[in-house]
């Protein structure tokens, strides 16, 4: 599996990439019409300008990708040692075969030798979603609350939202 950094020049690549995760129900937290040139755009810039963003190469498609995780310093002072608003969104036709926890594991370890002004890694994800919470948790993950009523289904359910956070061990104080 190819992983590398994203660049500037990934930026359709990623759009292309997340409308195809956007059109299957239940994973990310937005609608395929949500997916626009600003959104992407505006993650990927911040995420180059201080945080982590990693793309998967499509095996036959070196144009193409078949996944991508990012998180980023949410832009205040006081916030300086988080990583927050992580995403990660894995090809439908690829879920399920190491890409996310290829990812993962290549992230995390990037963030503990390389950024170590960084002391957490948030993320959230829904309640419901429970093979992504014991994943997370597999990671290192733990559980840091429960925002209540937080997201509205497609099908009108309210379901919690659960902040979850990764300390890196070579956090430099
Ligand atoms: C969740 C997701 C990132 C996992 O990546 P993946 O490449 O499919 O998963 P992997 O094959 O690396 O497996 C990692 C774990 O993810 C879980 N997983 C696999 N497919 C999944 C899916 N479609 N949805 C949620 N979790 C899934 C498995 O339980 C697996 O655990 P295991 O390693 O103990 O078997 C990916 O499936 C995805 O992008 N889903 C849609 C978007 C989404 O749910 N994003 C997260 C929102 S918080």
């Not at 180059?48 to 998967?56: H, K, N, P, T």
């Not at 988080?82 to 992230?107: C, E, M, N, W």
């Amino acid at each position: 599996m190819h992983i590398r950094t994203g660049a500037p020049d990934d930026l359709h690549r990623i759009i292309k990439l997340y409308k195809e995760v956007a059109k299957v129900k239940g994973g990310i937290a937005r609608l395929e019409q949500e997916i626009t040139e600003e959104y992407v755009q505006n993650f990927l810039s911040k995420s180059l300008a201080s945080g982590l963003i990693l793309v998967a190469i499509h095996p036959d498609d070196p144009d193409s990708l078949i996944g991508e995780m990012h998180a980023y310093k949410p832009g205040l002072h006081v916030f300086n040692h988080l990583f927050s608003d992580l995403t990660i969104a894995v090809h439908p036709d690829f879920q399920g075969r190491k890409v996310g926890r290829t990812l993962f594991t290549i992230f995390l370890e990037e963030v503990a030798r390389h950024h170590t002004d960084i002391g957490k890694v948030e993320l959230i994800t829904r309640e419901g979603n429970h093979r992504a919470i014991a994943f997370y948790q597999s990671l290192g993950f733990k559980i840091e609350g429960r925002m209540e009523m937080r997201i509205k289904t497609p099908e009108g359910i309210y379901e919690a939202d659960i902040p979850m956070g990764w300390q890196n061990p070579n956090f430099e104080f």
